[in-house]
């Protein structure tokens, strides 16, 4: 069991949809407690209409994910004395950048959209009646591919983009990071016309090389550098007239 520590957290929490305001709640502070840990207690003691999204609880799934205290995070794996400070003073909201269903839980269709819209499904050249591909793991395409290849789809990084606030219709840091994995996939056939997907306006060439996707991905990927290889793939093949 949780030692109880002898002070409250004092929990601003985003109510409403698109149109809300933040409500106070007064929460035991607990030794080893997480900012889910806080959310639920809200939910199941003190207001069970709060609307939240969770799975996991262990850092696996990324649904949990929040803005706490200005910052997009896996509410999962952040404690709350990492962020709360001697005040113990909470703010919790939704993520930033999409569309608000009720309260903290937001609707990632668009989110998901902008994947698919960059290529984001593997297209393989085998069937099931081939044989396994057979990669190798210390080739510079494979290595390449593996420093991206392990998101999860949890949108801090798109939260945390300052181009997707200025520019709704820019791809983001985690559909650029999925089509970077892709195209450096030796088995995937779809390559070219991935890459002239992520070439647009809306694609690799916004992005302002910020690093807030990199400074905030819990997985500690670096979506940046995958855009910047994107960047460099597309001026080679639009210089050969490939795009």
């Given at each position: 069991?949780?030692?109880?520590?002898?002070?409250?957290?004092?929990?601003?929490?985003?109510?409403?949809?698109?149109?809300?305001?933040?409500?106070?709640?007064?929460?035991?502070?607990?030794?080893?407690?997480?900012?889910?840990?806080?959310?639920?207690?809200?939910?199941?003691?003190?207001?069970?209409?709060?609307?939240?999204?969770?799975?996991?609880?262990?850092?696996?799934?990324?649904?949990?994910?929040?803005?706490?205290?200005?910052?997009?995070?896996?509410?999962?794996?952040?404690?709350?004395?990492?962020?709360?400070?001697?005040?113990?003073?909470?703010?919790?909201?939704?993520?930033?950048?999409?569309?608000?269903?009720?309260?903290?839980?937001?609707?990632?269709?668009?989110?998901?959209?902008?994947?698919?819209?960059?290529?984001?499904?593997?297209?393989?050249?085998?069937?099931?009646?081939?044989?396994?591909a057979v990669v190798d793991p210390a080739s510079k395409a494979r290595r390449a591919a593996?420093?991206?290849?392990?998101?999860?789809?949890?949108?801090?990084?798109?939260?945390?983009?300052?181009?997707?606030g200025w520019r709704p219709d820019y791809l983001g840091p985690a559909a650029l990071n999925?089509?970077?994995?892709?195209?450096?996939?030796?088995?995937?056939?779809?390559?070219?016309?991935?890459?002239?997907?992520?070439?647009?306006?809306a694609g690799c060439h916004a992005c302002h090389t910020q690093g807030g996707c990199t400074?905030?991905?819990?997985?500690?990927?670096?979506?940046?550098?995958?855009?910047?290889?994107?960047?460099?793939?597309?001026?080679?093949?639009?210089?050969?007239?490939?795009?």
């Amino acid at each position: 069991m949780m030692r109880r520590m002898d002070s409250l957290l004092k929990v601003d929490v985003w109510r409403g949809r698109e149109e809300g305001d933040y409500a106070r709640y007064a929460v035991p502070r607990q030794a080893s407690q997480t900012v889910l840990d806080v959310v639920t207690h809200i939910q199941r003691h003190l207001d069970p209409t709060l609307a939240y999204r969770y799975a996991c609880r262990v850092g696996m799934c990324g649904s949990c994910a929040m803005t706490v205290n200005g910052v997009a995070r896996w509410t999962c794996r952040t404690h709350v004395a990492q962020v709360a400070g001697s005040a113990g003073e909470l703010r919790i909201g939704p993520l930033a950048h999409l569309p608000v269903v009720k309260d903290l839980a937001c609707d990632m269709s668009g989110f998901f959209d902008k994947w698919a819209s960059a290529g984001g499904r593997f297209e393989g050249t085998k069937t099931r009646r081939d044989d396994f591909a057979v990669v190798d793991p210390a080739s510079k395409a494979r290595r390449a591919a593996d420093a991206g290849i392990e998101c999860i789809g949890c949108g801090v990084c798109y939260a945390s983009c300052d181009v997707v606030g200025w520019r709704p219709d820019y791809l983001g840091p985690a559909a650029l990071n999925r089509a970077w994995t892709l195209v450096n996939d030796e088995r995937d056939r779809a390559g070219a016309e991935r890459l002239r997907a992520v070439a647009g306006d809306a694609g690799c060439h916004a992005c302002h090389t910020q690093g807030g996707c990199t400074l905030r991905c819990p997985k500690k990927i670096a979506p940046t550098a995958g855009i910047a290889g994107l960047k460099r793939l597309a001026g080679r093949a639009a210089a050969r007239g490939k795009l």
